[in-house]
């Protein structure tokens, strides 16, 4: 499967952004087990963001909880990822990712943004 995400760049703390990741094969099918959003900030390892499963059950890094919101579009095969009162430490390289249950781990090649003043 290939990954592809979009919605990179500069906002300002408190700003809002909106990520989106479009997959090239169905996000819905049987063997999905989630799709998610990780990050890695310069100089540190990649964390978990967040995670939606096939059913819609969603899950949140506690450092993003109340601020960002996982959601899908099946029919689009698209993952997006909402984000609200941006924090500077929320500037990282964002990166999409699908699991399946037979053990396929797929990633994206990430999107950087910035949140600055």
């Known amino acids: 499967v290939q990954l592809q995400a979009f919605g990179g760049g500069l906002v300002q703390p408190g700003g809002s952004l909106r990520l989106s990741c479009v997959a090239s094969?169905?996000?819905?099918?049987?063997?999905?087990?989630?799709m998610a959003w990780y990050r890695q900030a310069q100089g540190k390892t990649r964390e978990l963001v967040a995670t939606?499963?096939?059913?819609?059950?969603?899950n949140y890094a506690n450092s993003v909880k109340g601020r960002f919101t996982i959601d899908k579009d099946n029919a689009k095969n698209t993952v997006y990822l909402q984000m609200n009162n941006l924090k500077p430490e929320d500037t990282a390289d964002y990166y999409c990712n699908q699991r399946t249950f037979g053990g396929e781990n797929s990633w994206g090649e990430g999107t950087q943004f910035t949140v600055s003043s």
């Open positions: 939606i499963t096939r059913g819609g059950s969603r």
């Open positions: 094969r169905s996000i819905f099918a049987d063997d999905i087990m989630f």
